[in-house]
């Protein structure tokens, strides 16, 4: 099938399930709210009968909400996009929708419309577009992963930047891309970095395209404009797209955002209001701890019974940790060792398995029999949710450290002291226990970096089957 064609007809398949979302989200608010018209909730009377009053509302309505979607590019397969940015973009078209539809209203007198319908459609969906985008987002990555529809890749330049691209790409299957290796200028053909070979240099670019095939490639080192324009122009002529990494992209905060001056388009390093955002991130842990203490309660009763019939000893177990600004605070865990496990380890500090100041070992006699199952589902940390709900933590940041153990360390890991440290962050999500300390402050401080409450929400998603399967917890 041609591609136009092929893009066509996926446009048009997003279409109709939209419509379909859109015609039950009406019947069922309308039902669920009969009593409050003037004639039978039957999808005739609602969409096809020119007797019902609000007839028209509701079809400018469907046509207000499709329209949205395509201009806010929800009839693409963005493969790249996370499933917390595309809700958004979602709700944000429901709300203009609505906006628009009650504007409608108002314009034409269309009177005695009834508020109750309105609220529960715009609600219905909301839930029926965001559900049905995360089915789809599913759907797709499965299709991906088992090969349909990739994209052959080349990295231009293997530096540091490179690497980590390349890293990246191998850890996320779903976006259908797959690295045939490095165009370096300084680097030996044939040496392996990340799992990839560098495969020639940047002036091999037309030859190795056509030979593995290559559909798109990625910029990441910054030669001077006339090697830069040079790619663009063979990319061009061969079809392939081009995709440039910001210089300096991990020294940037905030996100960026692309305008135009005239016809000279503009990328911005943006910060944001930082203030606005860190009161917004505590409104928001508050909330969700209060909640989940409630929640939670019955849980931690089950797990204080099972930890004094373990072992001896106390049931929490509090670490002094730096947190906000350097602020020290004592760190609620349930205790998952025996009492004396701070005189044991001086013992054990050669036995250390992983780098930096942290100490992990696999077998660590220290943890008690009921301590290995908490720790492997981070069942011990939940009592850190007392340090949300009184600001010394968030749900989601860097994980603070203990402080005779930070103080050995360098200044790197300084800048993880700039907002609340988290029960959560991309260490969880990208190997606990088995991410190098190099790795974990690095990371760190592109999270604090390039900080969202979308990012945050996604983090939060991810830790779940992290947590569920135990990986990298000892």
């Not at 409050?36 to 509302?57: C, E, G, K, M, R």
């Not at 991990?250 to 955002?277: C, H, M, Q, W």
């Not at 930096?356 to 981070?378: A, C, E, N, V």
Request: glycine share 6%; aromatic share 16%.
């Amino acid at each position: 099938m041609p591609y136009r064609r092929k893009i066509f007809l996926v446009k048009f398949v997003y279409v109709f399930i939209d419509v379909l979302c859109l015609g039950t989200s009406i019947y069922f608010a309308a039902y669920l709210r009969r009593y409050s018209v003037q004639f039978d909730i039957t999808i005739h009377n609602l969409f096809f009968n020119y007797h019902n009053p609000f007839q028209s509302a509701y079809l400018v309505w469907i046509f207000a909400a499709l329209l949205l979607n395509n201009i806010n590019g929800l009839y693409q397969t963005r493969r790249e996009l996370l499933e917390t940015a595309e809700i958004w973009t979602v709700i944000k078209s429901v709300i203009y929708s609505c906006i628009f539809t009650a504007v409608y209203l108002y314009v034409l007198k269309i009177e005695k419309f009834p508020r109750s319908i309105f609220i529960l459609t715009g609600i219905f969906i909301t839930i029926s577009f965001s559900v049905w985008r995360v089915i789809k987002k599913i759907f797709v990555d499965f299709l991906v992963r088992h090969g349909y529809n990739n994209f052959n890749v080349a990295i231009i330049g293997a530096g540091k930047i490179g690497r980590a691209l390349a890293e990246e790409i191998k850890k996320h299957p779903g976006l259908g891309l797959r690295v045939v290796g490095f165009l370096d200028d300084f680097k030996l053909v044939g040496e392996e970095y990340a799992g990839f070979k560098v495969i020639g240099r940047i002036s091999d670019f037309s030859d190795i395209i056509r030979k593995e095939f290559v559909n798109k490639t990625f910029i990441t080192v910054h030669h001077d404009s006339s090697v830069f324009l040079q790619l663009l122009e063979m990319a061009h002529k061969l079809n392939v797209s081009v995709r440039v990494i910001p210089q300096g992209f991990e020294f940037a905060s905030g996100e960026f955002t692309k305008y135009n001056i005239g016809f000279i388009p503009v990328l911005e390093y943006g910060d944001g209001d930082s203030r606005l955002k860190q009161v917004g991130k505590r409104l928001f842990d508050f909330v969700f701890s209060s909640i989940m203490i409630l929640v939670l309660l019955p849980l931690f009763g089950i797990l204080t019974i099972l930890i004094k019939l373990d072992s001896p000893g106390p049931i929490f177990y509090f670490s002094q940790r730096y947190g906000f600004r350097g602020r020290k605070f004592s760190m609620w865990k349930f205790r998952s060792m025996v009492v004396d496990a701070d005189n044991v380890l001086r013992a054990l500090r050669e036995k250390n398995e992983v780098d930096g100041p942290i100490f992990k070992i696999r077998r660590d006699p220290r943890i008690t029999k009921l301590g290995r199952f908490l720790r492997r589902y981070s069942l011990d940390e939940l009592p850190q949710i007392f340090n949300v709900f009184k600001g010394d933590m968030s749900l989601v940041g860097p994980r603070p450290l203990p402080i005779d153990q930070i103080e050995k360390e360098d200044l790197r890991q300084l800048k993880r002291l700039e907002v609340r440290p988290g029960i959560t962050g991309l260490w969880q999500i990208r190997g606990r226990s088995d991410l190098s300390f190099v790795r974990l402050v690095k990371w760190d401080i592109w999270y604090i970096n390039n900080w969202s409450f979308w990012l945050d929400l996604n983090i939060l998603f991810q830790t779940i089957p992290v947590v569920l399967k135990g990986k990298g917890a000892y």
